[in-house]
């Protein structure tokens, strides 16, 4: 692979010296009324990688969302705070999350089919935040652009500039995708299920890619994952989330390997990834968010609940794993 000539870091980010990239504190996200996340704390490192895993609904996405500053919208407030280089998110101005986008956070979906513009060839794409954020030219956009295209293995970049997202495979439309969140070299790579949509057979092409190029970059990365046994291979650390809290935190092999939460230890035991002979699901489902339990919102399907579990746990440190439960 080549490198590119025209390459910097881009110096509107001005993240203050030592700023975390990811920060959240008792960080609460409300659609009207109901508490979709709820008091979320959390702290990524410098060139770390985190997953997020928990079962549907359990508000992943939409932590990751609000990280990219995408969430202002009517019927949404926010309480807590939620920084991303030092900087709440949560509250910054549209203008400002403008120039954030792309420079200081990225966001890589599901689904890059959805994502990308059927109007746009994939130079329009790639110049589109170039131009924004590094006021680069139509020359230098495109140079970048085929530097960009052959870091993500896209074979005959010059062809492909004038491609349109219809005329791509699925797989090269993720890679597609992958440059365009990276064009601007944020600190901050956020994933959201970016291999789910793949064939099973360039899942792991696609995931090692990610992984690579956010180390090239020095960068930090959180992925939302369903899978347990992926996460303890791509992530330095793990955030266990049940219906909008953060119930365990810690190193990626420590938590789901010897979990400590009730709710981690049904995942693992649900999970085909680890092996088991028998699936046992988790008893129960998941309450609808406006008729959640005051405490710990696992407690109606929990095992060892008893009369504490009304009041919500305080996380409590185990080693460097976070564990909110009171029965541990
Ligand atoms: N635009 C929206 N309007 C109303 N409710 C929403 C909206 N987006 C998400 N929600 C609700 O917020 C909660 C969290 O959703 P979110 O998409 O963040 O979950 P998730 O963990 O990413 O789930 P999945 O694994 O299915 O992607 C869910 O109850 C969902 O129904
Ligand atoms: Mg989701």
């Given at each position: 692979m080549t490198t590119t000539a025209i390459s910097t870091r881009d110096t509107a980010v001005n993240v203050a010296p030592g700023a975390l990239p990811l920060q959240a504190e008792n960080f609460t996200l409300r659609r009207g009324r109901v508490a979709v996340l709820d008091a979320v704390s959390l702290t990524l490192g410098e060139g770390q990688t985190l997953a997020l895993i928990g079962e549907s609904g359990a508000g992943k996405s939409t932590l990751a969302f609000a990280a990219m500053g995408l969430l202002q919208e009517r019927g949404v407030s926010m309480e807590g705070m939620l920084r991303v280089g030092g900087d709440d998110v949560a509250h910054a101005p549209e203008k400002q999350l403008r120039q954030w986008r792309g420079t200081r956070m990225g966001l890589i979906f599901q689904d890059a089919s959805a994502a990308l513009n059927p109007c746009f060839t994939v130079l329009e794409h790639l110049s589109e935040p170039l131009r924004r954020h590094r006021g680069y030219n139509r020359a230098q956009c495109r140079e970048r652009a085929l530097a960009l295209l052959d870091s993500v293995g896209i074979a005959d970049p010059e062809a492909r500039l004038k491609a349109y997202p219809h005329e791509l495979s699925g797989g090269m439309q993720q890679r597609v995708m992958i440059a365009i969140a990276l064009a601007c070299e944020p600190r901050l790579l956020l994933a959201d299920e970016p291999t789910s949509a793949l064939d099973v057979t360039i899942q792991a092409q696609i995931m090692a890619l990610i992984l690579e190029r956010v180390h090239a970059l020095g960068a930090s990365a959180v992925f939302v994952l369903h899978d347990l046994a992926l996460a303890t291979q791509v992530a330095d650390r793990v955030a266990v989330m049940y219906a909008g809290q953060i119930v365990e935190e810690g190193p990626a092999g420590e938590v789901l390997n010897h979990p400590r939460h009730p709710y981690t230890q049904g995942l693992r035991a649900s999970a085909v990834e680890f092996g088991a002979e028998r699936l046992h699901p988790i008893a129960g489902v998941v309450p609808a968010l406006a008729d959640m339990p005051q405490g710990c919102r696992f407690a109606p399907r929990c095992?060892?609940?008893?009369?504490?579990?009304?009041e919500r746990p305080v996380p409590r440190a185990f080693g460097d794993v976070m564990v909110a439960c009171w029965n541990l």
């Open positions: 095992p060892r609940a008893t009369a504490q579990c009304g």
